[in-house]
């Protein structure tokens, strides 16, 4: 199988949304929403979502899903916008509940908040089966950026979340809370096992000076000139590399708001007692 993927990118956060259909009038799936989020006036928007919303309606999909590679460190999901305006169910790696656990006691959620995955509609294990229409989707643990990282292998078609990156671009960042340089290495290599014709869809893309945005590549073509992870690259080397670029990344700049919101399935937290939700800074924490 060859699904169709139509892809929306949104340049403020370097993230691609994935619509994977069979064609007009067909089941669908969306990988990896956005929810536009102004960090200085705590203000969102739903923009990025729309262009979704219009794609799919002019398809006249029936979306099934809305999956989620990772709990998202730099942007916000809009699945839950998403589920009223065009239905479907929200999935997630089922080791979410450890992220949900160490933010959960880093935020000081309380027990209502945290480790149990309720949020979530499904939560998904290596080797899980479900199926988009008729076709057919495995899931894959691709732990090391996060504990709960996935991908979802659709046909010919594999979309990695930010456990791979464009050949120029490398690989994820693997010094968040549960993080591993060498988990994450051995996921990659797990991916790049596949048939050297399947498709990579990232979920991020930050291209280098004087080349145009992608979030497309292939097996064969990472495994040929990805900078990071091609053939001939050690996972001793891999790990030191990794470990010393990490050193010298900023956090994400909408991390604190994005693990809170994205943890809980894209939900703002409750709102307090004068109806308006708010986010936390931890001080001197992370």
């Known amino acids: ?51 979704v919303i219009a794609f799919v309606r002019e398809q006249e999909l029936t979306v099934e899903w809305l999956l989620e590679t990772h709990v998202h ?7 839950p916008y998403l589920r009223t305006r ?11 509940i450890e992220v949900q656990e160490k933010f959960g006691k880093i935020f000081n959620f309380g027990l209502d908040a945290d480790g ?55 690989s994820a960042r693997a010094d968040f809370p549960g993080g591993d340089a060498r988990t994450l290495y051995r996921s990659a290599k797990r ?11 990232i979920c991020h893309d930050y ?21 990071h992870l091609r053939d001939g690259i050690s996972e001793d080397e891999f790990v030191e590399m990794r470990n010393a670029r990490d050193k010298t990344l900023a956090m994400p700049a909408l991390m604190i708001p994005s693990v809170q919101v994205n943890m809980r399935a894209g939900h703002m937290p409750p709102p307090e007692d004068n109806g308006i939700s708010y986010l936390k800074v931890p001080i001197n924490v992370l």
Request: aromatic share 8%; net charge negative.
């Open 73 to 79: 460190a730099d942007h916000l999901s809009a699945a």
């Open 116 to 170: 149990e995955g309720r949020d979530f509609d499904r939560l998904f294990d290596d080797g899980d089966r479900f199926g988009i229409g008729n076709a057919e989707v495995q899931v894959m643990a691709v732990p090391g950026h996060t504990p709960a990282d996935i991908a979802y292998l659709i046909g010919d078609a594999v979309f990695v979340g930010d456990t791979i990156f464009m050949p120029d671009c490398g």
């Open 207 to 227: 291209p280098p000076d004087g080349r145009e945005v992608r979030f497309e590549t292939t097996v064969g073509e990472e495994r040929a000139g990805n900078k």
């Open 86 to 96: 065009i239905g479907g169910r929200i999935g997630i790696g089922a080791r979410v």
């Open 1 to 51: 199988m060859t699904p169709d993927v139509k892809t929306f990118f949104d340049k403020a956060t370097g993230t691609a949304t994935h619509v994977v259909h069979a064609g007009p009038g067909s089941a669908a799936a969306v990988i990896d929403s956005v929810l536009d989020f102004d960090v200085k006036s705590g203000r969102t928007d739903h923009a990025s979502a729309e262009q």
């Open 191 to 201: 991916i790049l096992a596949l048939p050297p014709e399947t498709r990579i869809f």
